[in-house]
């Protein structure tokens, strides 16, 4: 199978244009043979006059005003000089914009200004705004060999860093050689999903502007984990990280600067300044990148600014440099409430990050008072409530219970969804199981609408069959060791609304005499407790489910995200080396080797065969419940803010709203 990204039609009439131009100056130049010298008859010279203006070279590009006078000025070369040969044309959403404007944001904290995340999604290859195809990028074009392990990619020639440095294939390749391939900065290699069953992909140079990678065996993954987070990270400015690395200074010296700097190893120093590019790049001002705009007033500071990147190498459809917003700054705020109140004003211009949809009926009712409206984008994860019982136990009471399916069963047959979607959504939702998306090819509606049903006495006789049936003088079941049976709901208050779910689940629940014990706590305590399997059940949102290969952690146990098996994944993912094996033959065990076998499968409808095979053992054992699909996306946006598309889906894998390409948004004047 041979694929390979394309240009549009009108980078291709473009280039086609510019093409025929070149021809046809040539064939008007005079021949390269010079004439036989004939003698010249003598003229009167003329009169003096003043000399005739030289005219400017007209540019096929144009670009923001200022710009514009720093050329003028000579401190800026033209925009032609800056832009690659084929910059990547985008397709305004609604118009051409207008040049100009400060883009007002919140962040809830110095960690939480988006830049190259989230505002500017510059990855090899990237998802269009549903998520439904995949479109070059940095890349302009890339090959597949037939045995899908060995891919080529093609870069734009002529693209260059927001310091004007060309960014070549030696960027990629300093990325593998000396920041994945040094021990001090990257102990265990490339990313795990660089790597075939443990074994790492090569990287080679092919020329300034091609690269390839090559896997030992197909990977019929790459290109969708390329597309998505996983691939946030694939370039480093070679010129600039070389100056703090020990294979290109003295090693002597950049000890000196790491104490100097309050670090004790070199590889310290060259983190700050160039490793985590998603961290470092909000913090670091001289750090140079290749994203719409670049940190000029860094983190913490508030308001954080970021000003234009005047190499970014992408055009409108008109031929302008793009982004049109001059300038963006994120205000530090206390929480996410202060940050929903600022929206509520008519404060931030366009924001989604930390809306909570919780506010809906107060955006509706300010919208024309703040002078915005309100968007209500699709979400590409299936549900905001993801509830993962914990069938690794650390107590084998426990895994008893929770690890027999009719508990399960029973959990999900005592919700009743109806009421959780009325008072938390709204009624803009509906139950459903954690399944792929029902736009998604993956989707099977069997599995997502299975065992929704609101049964209080099915659940009550599911229990009874595994032997619950003392109570103790309240109505509580009593586990087999005679303690009541207690479940901890336990959550960090970041996205979704489940303290309030948690208080309806405690009352539905005790109809089938569990109790349910619901525990608030911190974000960083919440990863402890589960990481050292303490937890009985946690709770999450979904995962990219309008692709669910990306990351399916709620169908199998894939990552330290995988809260309903947290031991399996580890002993997967360290190759038996810690963790817990999971039995031999069993369910669970069955859908990790099914996902292995996906992962080297290049065949897309082979890959959904496979996948429903993951469904079927979901719906069986119902590993992960579901509550309803998650409410919309809301997205608070200033009237005269355009180009931000009615409709979109929203998602990590996505890196929302970089899908959207803010690159084009706008002030309409």
Not at 244 to 266: I, S
Not at 541 to 554: C, D, H, Q
Not at 577 to 602: C, N
Request: charged letters at 25%; proline letters at 7%; aromatic letters at 12%.
């Amino acid at each position: 199978m041979k694929e390979r990204g394309k240009l549009t039609r009108r980078e291709f009439l473009q280039i086609s244009a510019l093409a025929t131009a070149g021809v046809m100056v040539t064939a008007c130049r005079a021949p390269s043979t010079p004439a036989p010298e004939t003698p010249e008859p003598a003229v009167e010279a003329p009169e003096e006059t003043a000399p005739t203006a030289v005219p400017e070279p007209v540019s096929q590009y144009n670009e923001a005003p200022e710009l514009a006078d720093m050329v003028k000025a000579g401190t800026l070369p033209p925009v032609d000089e800056r832009l690659p040969l084929e910059p990547l044309v985008v397709t305004p959403v609604e118009e051409v914009g207008q040049y100009g404007g400060v883009w007002h944001r919140a962040a809830v904290g110095p960690g939480d200004v988006q830049i190259g995340a989230r505002l500017s999604y510059e990855n090899l290859i990237r998802w269009n705004a549903d998520g439904s195809a995949m479109l070059p990028n940095v890349a302009k074009a890339w090959d597949i060999s037939a045995d899908g392990r060995v891919f080529t990619f093609y870069l734009r020639q002529g693209m260059k860093w927001s310091d004007g440095v060309p960014f070549t294939a030696d960027d990629i390749m300093f990325l593998y050689n000396d920041q994945w391939g040094n021990e001090d900065l990257s102990p265990t290699g490339l990313p795990g999903w660089l790597k075939m069953d443990g074994e790492p992909a090569v990287f080679e140079k092919v020329d300034d502007y091609t690269f390839r990678v090559t896997f030992p065996n197909p990977n019929g993954l790459f290109l969708t984990l390329a597309a998505s987070a996983d691939g946030l990270h694939f370039h480093r400015a070679a010129h600039y990280a070389k100056q703090f690395h020990v294979h290109y200074e003295d090693k002597e010296k950049l000890e000196q600067a790491a104490a100097d700097a309050g670090f004790e190893f070199w590889y310290q120093l060259y983190n700050s300044k160039a490793g985590n590019y998603w961290e470092v790049v909000r913090e670091n001002v001289d750090l140079p990148t290749i994203y719409a705009w670049q940190v000029i007033v860094p983190s913490p500071t508030s308001p954080t600014v970021l000003d234009r990147n005047k190499y970014y190498w992408k055009v409108d459809t008109a031929g302008n440099q793009l982004p049109y917003i001059d300038k963006i700054e994120h205000v530090l705020v206390e929480n996410a409430e202060v940050l929903n109140l600022k929206a509520i004003a008519g404060e931030l211009d366009m924001q989604l990050r930390h809306i909570n949809f919780a506010n809906f009926p107060l955006f509706q009712d300010a919208k024309e008072q703040g002078d915005y409206r309100v968007l209500q984008w699709l979400r590409g994860y299936i549900t905001d409530t993801a509830i993962a019982p914990n069938v690794v136990h650390k107590d084998p009471v426990m895994r008893e219970i929770i690890g027999d399916k009719r508990f399960r069963w029973a959990l999900s047959h005592g919700i009743n969804r109806e009421e959780i979607i009325e008072s938390v959504y709204l009624g803009m939702a509906e139950p459903n199981q954690v399944s792929p998306l029902s736009t998604s090819p993956f989707y099977w509606e069997e599995q997502a609408k299975s065992r929704l049903e609101y049964d209080v006495e099915l659940a009550n006789s599911l229990l009874d069959e595994m032997g619950l049936t003392e109570k103790d003088s309240e109505g509580y079941r009593l586990r087999p060791d005679g303690k009541r049976l207690v479940i901890n709901y336990e959550f960090a208050p970041i996205f979704g609304a489940w303290a309030d779910i948690g208080e309806l689940l405690t009352a539905q629940w005790k109809l089938l005499g569990i109790q349910l014990a619901v525990n608030q706590m911190d974000r960083t305590l919440f990863y402890e407790r589960k990481a050292a399997n303490e937890h009985d059940m946690g709770v999450w949102t979904g995962n990219g489910e309008f692709n669910p290969l990306i990351g399916p952690r709620w169908f199998m146990p894939l990552d330290h995200e995988s809260i309903q098996a947290i031991p399996y994944a580890t002993w997967f993912n360290t190759d038996g080396a810690e963790g817990e094996e999971p039995p031999a033959g069993s369910d669970i065990r069955k859908t990790r080797e099914i996902y292995q076998e996906i992962k080297v499968t290049v065949d897309p409808d082979k890959q959904q065969q496979l996948w429903r095979e993951i469904l079927e053992l979901n719906k069986e054992n119902l590993w992960v419940l579901g509550i309803a699909t998650a409410p919309p996306e809301l997205v608070i946006t200033k009237n005269n803010f355009r180009n931000v598309p009615d409709v979109a889906v929203s998602d990590w894998n996505l890196l929302t709203p970089g899908a959207t390409a803010p690159e084009q948004y706008f002030f309409k004047k």
